[in-house]
């Protein structure tokens, strides 16, 4: 049996992080974005190596929109449990993407195989065509709002 985990299911209590930091580099805003899921044991360090690799190879594989980005790797190169982290950088986050500009919110995705995912992604790519959220999203100072979005998905 599938269990179908929820977006906030994945994310987890402490799985929300927002960020008023600046000019950060591709590195550091990438290392912040699996930082909780780093803390918590969900990737291992090779995970958030995976994606900076990965980016020196072939640039900003994972901003999939305007604001938008979902850092990822394979789930063979260190994924300890299917997690998400959510991260907001408030001032925005420059990650070398031509097409789509700065950064605002990110989801980390780590996933433990390409099939138990495909329920989360769905929700997520609904989540991601909502501007009306994703403003809302990126526009709050505090988790619990962005938890009360996220319910929705």
Same mark, same amino acid.
């Given at each position: 049996?599938?269990?179908?985990? +929820? &977006? #906030?299911? &994945?994310?987890?209590?402490?799985?929300? *992080?927002?960020? +008023?930091?600046?000019? #950060?580099?591709?590195?550091?805003?990438?290392?912040?974005?699996?930082?909780?899921?780093?803390?918590?044991?969900?990737?291992?360090?090779?995970?958030?190596?995976?994606?900076?690799?990965?980016?020196?190879?072939?640039?900003?594989?994972?901003?999939?929109?305007?604001?938008?980005?979902?850092?990822? =790797?394979?789930?063979? %190169?260190? *994924?300890?449990?299917?997690?998400?982290?959510?991260?907001?950088?408030? !001032?925005?986050? !420059? #990650?070398?993407?031509?097409? !789509?500009? %700065?950064?605002?919110?990110? *989801?980390? &995705?780590? =996933?433990?195989?390409?099939? +138990?995912?495909?329920?989360?992604?769905?929700?997520?790519?609904?989540?991601?065509?909502?501007?009306?959220?994703?403003?809302?999203?990126?526009?709050? %100072? !505090?988790?619990? %709002?962005? *938890?009360?979005?996220?319910?929705?998905?």
């Amino acid at each position: 049996m599938v269990c179908i985990m +929820s &977006l #906030l299911e &994945l994310i987890g209590d402490d799985g929300i *992080v927002i960020t +008023s930091e600046s000019n #950060l580099s591709v590195d550091s805003a990438l290392a912040l974005t699996c930082s909780v899921l780093l803390k918590n044991g969900k990737i291992e360090p090779s995970y958030l190596e995976a994606i900076k690799q990965k980016h020196n190879e072939i640039g900003a594989y994972y901003v999939l929109a305007p604001k938008i980005a979902m850092p990822h =790797a394979r789930p063979e %190169d260190g *994924v300890n449990e299917a997690a998400l982290q959510i991260t907001v950088f408030k !001032n925005g986050v !420059n #990650l070398e993407s031509e097409d !789509n500009g %700065d950064v605002y919110f990110s *989801v980390t &995705l780590a =996933a433990m195989d390409s099939d +138990s995912h495909i329920n989360t992604i769905m929700a997520l790519s609904e989540l991601f065509q909502n501007d009306e959220d994703i403003e809302a999203i990126i526009n709050s %100072d !505090n988790q619990s %709002d962005i *938890v009360e979005i996220l319910k929705k998905y």
